[in-house]
Structure formats: structure tokens, C-alpha cells
């Protein structure tokens, strides 16, 4: 399921390739969605993601308890950490929270609690991420950073950015193209 940032109101819909119901081939263990009020910029440059561009989305977001929830459910999380993955040369930030309902969230404050919690899920997270588009045809995708996730403060740094440019659309200092405002 993808947001169509294209269409008004930004529906929630089944995503699509080529026409046909996107498929993927590996399991994911987590519930996936995204920060409301974030934006991608992609006439920004990252220098520190080896000069990539935004991919023109919102934020996305890995949220790792053990309760699956409903599609379009709205939660109150605790960013974690944050994989700088890149996608066909965009940037694509995937935040790694936490909801603050989930009994574990008291113990899980940043990265290193992350892997002592909840064993192996940054890595599964990175390397679904990094293999889903393979049965496509597709390469791998890269991950900036050291293909490494950053921890909680930078996860918060890269929301507080993508919370300006978001700013900056919606108040139309920067060219929304297809993207629609409404």
C-alpha cells in the first residue's frame, strides 16, 4: 500500500507497477507507513548521503513492535533510528520507531536498545529493503551512511529537516509539481 501523493487528499491506495498490483516476494515482521508533515525534497541534495536527492514522498516509517496494525491507523511513536537508504539514486529515509502503546517501548530509547529487544530487526529491515525490488529485475538498493542505520538523534535530525521542506511545500516557497496539495 502506497499514499497517491499525486491524487487530492492523498489516498492510501494498493501500489502499482507498470499498470499491475505491486507483489512482494519477502515478509515483512513490522508495520510500515509514514511522519505526516515530512517531505523529501527533491531539489535538495544530501551531502551527506553521498549528494542524493529526495525521492518526493513523505518520511517513511518502520514501526517495529509485535502488534500488526490496521492500514491507515494512526500512532504515537518513538523514533529510534534512521536507514539513509538510497533507491535508484533517491533518497528514501526510513525512521525506525516505536509505538509508545507497545509494552516494550519504555525499554527502547535508541539504536542500541533496538538490538537488544528486538535481535536482528535493523538488519532485517535494511536487507528486505535493500532485496525487495530484486524479483523485479531491479538491483539491489544501496543504504548511505556506512550501510549502517544512525541513531535516534540523527533519525530526529532528519525529521526536523524533512519537517522544514515540508513547510517550505505547503507554503509554496518550493514548486510542489505533481504533488498534490490539497
Do not use: C
Not at 508495520?31 to 541534495?45: H, I, R, V
Not at 533519525?155 to 509554496?172: D, F, H, P, Q
Amino acid at each position: 500500500m502506497e499514499v497517491a501523493t499525486d491524487e487530492p487528499f492523498t489516498p492510501i491506495k494498493q501500489d502499482t507497477k507498470k499498470g499491475n498490483l505491486r507483489y512482494y516476494p519477502y515478509n515483512i515482521h513490522w508495520n510500515y507507513g509514514l511522519l505526516p508533515q515530512t517531505w523529501e525534497d527533491p531539489s535538495f541534495a544530501n551531502s551527506e548521503v553521498d549528494g542524493a536527492f529526495g525521492d518526493n514522498d513523505p518520511v517513511d516509517v518502520v514501526e517495529i513492535s509485535e502488534s500488526r496494525r490496521q492500514i491507515g491507523e494512526i500512532l504515537k511513536v518513538k523514533p529510534l533510528a534512521a536507514l539513509a537508504m538510497i533507491d535508484e539514486g533517491e533518497l528514501d529515509w526510513k525512521i525506525i520507531a516505536i509505538s509508545l502503546d507497545d509494552p516494550k517501548a519504555s525499554l527502547v530509547n535508541d539504536i542500541d536498545d533496538v538490538e537488544k529487544h528486538f535481535p536482528g530487526t535493523l538488519t532485517a529491515i535494511r536487507d528486505w529493503f535493500r532485496d525487495y525490488k530484486i524479483p523485479d529485475g531491479k538491483p539491489a538498493n544501496k543504504f548511505g551512511l556506512g550501510n549502517k542505520p544512525a541513531d535516534k538523534a540523527y533519525a530526529l535530525k532528519v525529521i526536523t529537516e524533512t519537517n522544514e521542506s515540508w513547510t517550505k511545500l505547503v507554503k509554496r516557497s518550493i514548486p510542489s509539481g505533481e504533488l498534490s496539495l490539497v
